[in-house]
């Protein structure tokens, strides 16, 4: 069973940067697809982007330019890189293990974090 536990949230300025880790124990990641998901206040879940194991990345149009995954095997860790960071992008921020990059919904992701809390001042 994959353990995930996302560390990194906190409060920044509209325009600043924030770098969102997701640690993973109990099984490697490696094998995995890793996806990045947020859920702001009366919304539901959106997709925010997503690695393969080898590396390759998809991205929510909404983020696309400003946000970079990124993942180191041997730390067992998956990077979210946040630049350029507007108000709505507060939110909690969950990372997910799954199948595929390809996937952007929820169900296709059958491990999760907790989630940590972005919020950005205007």
């Known amino acids: 069973q994959v353990q995930l536990e996302e560390s990194g949230g906190g409060l920044v300025q509209a325009g600043g940067s924030l770098r969102l880790s997701c640690a993973g124990s109990g099984r490697t990641l490696s094998t995995y697809a890793m996806g990045w998901f947020r859920r702001a206040p009366g919304k539901e879940h959106e997709f925010v982007g997503a690695i393969s194991w080898r590396g390759n990345t998809n991205y929510a149009d909404s983020v696309k330019g400003r946000f970079t995954i990124s993942r180191d095997n041997a730390k067992n860790t998956v990077y979210l890189q946040m630049s350029s960071l507007k108000p709505e992008d507060t939110a909690v921020y969950y990372c997910?293990?799954?199948?595929?990059?390809?996937?952007?919904?929820?169900?296709?992701?059958?491990?999760w974090g907790q989630g940590t809390q972005v919020t950005v001042s205007s």
């Open positions: 997910a293990a799954g199948s595929s990059y390809d996937y952007t919904k929820t169900y296709d992701y059958e491990h």
